[in-house]
């Protein structure tokens, strides 16, 4: 090996040392693929336009720790690394933002409709879910009941639930750009105006960004299962995330889940179960509760049946 190859892979080695050591002690491994410092910078321009969105970058796009570089490439990569740093550092999230495409339509809802319907939302600010609905100051004589979505998909089900329910409001969360906009364009194809949108990580706005016992109801239909148990850190229903659900809603309020994958209705059952000086299990400690009519099926849950999936209902009362 001549002096210059040697002194490249020095400088490479110092650069990934200090990234990995500035990175902390990440809360947990390294993911197990290996990524190439071109992924880095073509993550790092994709994740700019999430950043602006307030979402996290892709956990998965995974680490630098242990990057099989070649010199000249990771010193490339130089500015890529600091942001895949930050990455390292961020908390587990129960999504992967795999954007695809807006449709045509998607991208006008976005640039038409979101003044409308979207509610822009930051981590550290907290919403009056309330005075999104009045379009002035909450009239708190007459606050109206309010459901909050988490994990939407493509907002079929929630304008249809929407829809039927005109007395309600519904606040919709999701992080999927296409599923977002595809709602939006629901919304004004059937004139709904009890329906806000926001795209944000519903873990985040649980635990900080809404006030104590704002809500009636919150549900979270088919989550992602995760179902490989070292990914199981990845599911949405987790003892934290059951707390923070308990502290938005009102005494009496309901919060209703639903999966098509056995083992993560076992999961949620037990999770919630557990959790019975906040809830109350409304079909009897260790029991699921049968289909409710006014729920609609969901794309994920026409996806689980053509699959012969069975499907899991869990309704708990707010105590
Ligand atoms: C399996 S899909 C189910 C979608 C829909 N509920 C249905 O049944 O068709 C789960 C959805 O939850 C969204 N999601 C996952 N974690 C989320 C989070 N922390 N905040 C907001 N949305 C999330 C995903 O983007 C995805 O669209």
Same mark, same amino acid.
């Given at each position: 090996?001549?002096?210059?190859n040697?002194?490249?892979?020095q400088?490479?080695t ?5 990234s990995?050591?500035d990175a902390g002690?990440a809360?947990?491994p ?15 321009a994709?994740?700019?336009?999430k950043?602006?969105?307030?979402l996290?970058a892709?956990r998965?796009a995974?680490?630098?720790a242990?990057?099989s570089?070649?010199? +000249?490439a990771a010193? #490339?990569?130089g500015p &890529?690394? !600091?942001?895949a /740093?930050?990455? %390292?550092a961020?908390p587990?999230?129960?999504f992967v933002?795999?954007?695809g495409?807006l449709?045509?339509?998607q ?18 600010e907290t ?14 004589s007459?606050p109206?009941p309010i459901?909050?979505?988490i994990?939407?998909?493509? +907002?079929?089900?929630l #304008?249809?639930?929407? &829809?039927? !329910?005109?007395? /309600?409001?519904? %606040?919709g969360?999701?992080v999927?750009r296409?599923?977002?906009?595809h709602?939006?364009?629901?919304l004004e194809?059937q004139?709904?105006t009890n329906?806000?949108?926001?795209r ?5 706005l649980?635990?900080?960004g809404l006030?104590?016992?704002?809500l009636d109801?919150v549900q979270?239909?088919?989550p992602?299962p ?11 229903v987790?003892p934290?995330v059951?707390a923070?659900? &308990?502290?938005?809603l009102?005494?009496?309020? %309901?919060?209703h ?6 083992p ?5 059952l037990t ?5 019975n000086?906040?809830?109350e299990n409304c079909?009897?400690?260790g029991?699921?509760s049968p289909?409710p009519a006014?729920r609609?099926?969901?794309k994920?849950e ?5 699959l012969?999936?069975?499907?899991h209902d869990?309704i708990?009362?707010?105590?």
């Open positions: 090996m001549d002096k210059t040697r002194n490249a892979i400088s490479t110092k650069v990934l040392k200090l990995n050591r002690n809360a947990e390294a993911p197990d693929s290996t990524v190439k410092p071109t992924d880095l910078a073509a993550g790092s994709r994740d700019t336009a950043t602006a969105a307030g996290g892709d998965d995974g680490p630098v242990g990057a570089a070649s010199p +000249g010193i #490339a990569a &890529a690394i !600091a942001e /740093r930050e990455r %390292i961020r587990i999230r129960s933002l795999r954007e495409r449709t045509a339509g991208e006008r809802a976005f640039r038409e409709l979101w003044t409308r319907f979207g509610v822009n939302w930051q981590p550290g919403l009056d879910p309330q005075a999104l609905f009045s379009g002035g100051p909450p009239d708190l007459q109206r459901t909050l979505e994990g939407f998909g493509n +907002g079929e089900s #304008a249809t639930m929407a &829809a039927a !329910a005109p007395e /309600r409001d519904f %606040i969360l999701e999927h296409p599923g977002v906009g709602l939006l364009l629901l194809q004139g709904l329906v806000r949108v926001l944000a990580d519903a873990t985040a649980l635990e900080t006030p104590a016992a704002s109801r979270l239909f088919f992602d995760w179902p490989k148990k070292r990914h199981h850190k990845r599911r949405i987790q934290s059951v923070a659900v &308990a502290q938005v009102q005494t009496g309020g %309901i919060f889940l639903a999966t098509d994958w056995t993560y209705a076992d999961w949620m999770m919630l179960d557990n959790a000086a906040l809830f079909a009897g400690p029991q699921f289909r006014q609609p099926l969901t994920f026409r996806r689980g049946q053509r012969g999936h069975q499907v869990l708990y009362r707010r105590r």
